[in-house]
């Protein structure tokens, strides 16, 4: 099976700042990568589909970026509603594996 | 609007079985796939299967085959997700997601991400 990896696993950075979160899958999966958003005590929310396709509604601070083995979501002003744990998720074919997250704060 | 509204939460003892339910409402539920997805306390996001509400094909996690079967029930646009034979491990919030596909000229080439999750419904696995 696939695995996918992100870093960092918890990272923390004042308001405005760029942040940038990495996944990388252990085969190419193409183009077929979502992120998530998980705020505490909440549902997942989708982000980003298609590597780098904002999903309707969502901010358009966050970006993704890659293709093939490796990809990015960038939030490019760190606001604190930002504050959650991001999952990227493969979903070329099953098992459509989530990394392991990434905890996002605020400094 | 477009939502999926799950069962209430569960709690059972070991070696049993659970069944949990995801009713859709605001789209056309035929359209889509499931997905289940559960999140054990503290810990991240693991995808256990998916089904076409379409017709019925599944695919599932390989460590939960045997344990885990998805059905829909297209008449009342739901579906179910059962877990047999409960460990202590299997404690997590379980959501369910709406699949959407990615086509070309009408034809499905693939699943898509999960574009819609219900609420999420706790079951503990406790003697």
């Known amino acids: 099976d696939i695995q996918m990896t992100q870093s960092p696993s918890s990272l923390s950075a004042s308001v405005g700042d760029r942040v940038t979160i990495t996944c990388r899958a252990s085969?190419?999966?193409?183009?077929?990568l979502a992120w998530y958003q998980q705020k505490p005590g909440k549902v997942p929310k989708l982000l980003i589909y298609a590597a780098s396709t904002l999903q309707s509604g969502v901010p358009s601070r966050f970006s993704g970026s890659g293709s093939g083995t490796d990809f990015t979501l960038t939030i490019s002003s760190l606001q604190p509603e930002d504050v959650a744990t991001y999952y990227c998720?493969?979903?070329?074919?099953?098992?459509?594996?989530f990394g392991q997250g990434t905890k996002v704060e605020i400094k | 609007q477009v939502q999926l509204v799950q069962s209430g939460a569960e709690v059972k003892k070991p070696g049993a079985s659970v069944k949990v339910s995801c009713k859709a409402s605001?789209?056309?539920?035929?359209?889509?796939?499931i997905s289940w997805v559960r999140q054990a306390p503290g810990q991240g996001l693991e995808w256990m299967g998916w089904i076409s509400a379409y017709n019925g094909n599944t695919n599932y996690a390989q460590k939960l085959q045997g344990r885990v079967t998805m059905t829909t029930d297209t008449s009342t646009s739901t579906a179910y997700m059962e877990l047999r034979s409960l460990r202590s491990d299997d404690t997590a919030v379980y959501y369910c997601?709406?699949?959407?596909?990615?086509?070309?000229?009408?034809?499905?080439?693939?699943?898509?991400?999960?574009?819609?999750w219900g609420q999420g419904t706790m079951v503990t696995v406790s003697s």
């Open positions: 997601a709406r699949v959407r596909y990615i086509t070309i000229f009408g034809v499905v080439i693939n699943n898509d991400a999960f574009d819609i």
């Open positions: 998720q493969k979903y070329n074919s099953a098992p459509e594996t």
């Open positions: 605001g789209y056309t539920f035929t359209s889509y796939g």
């Open positions: 085969q190419g999966i193409s183009n077929y």
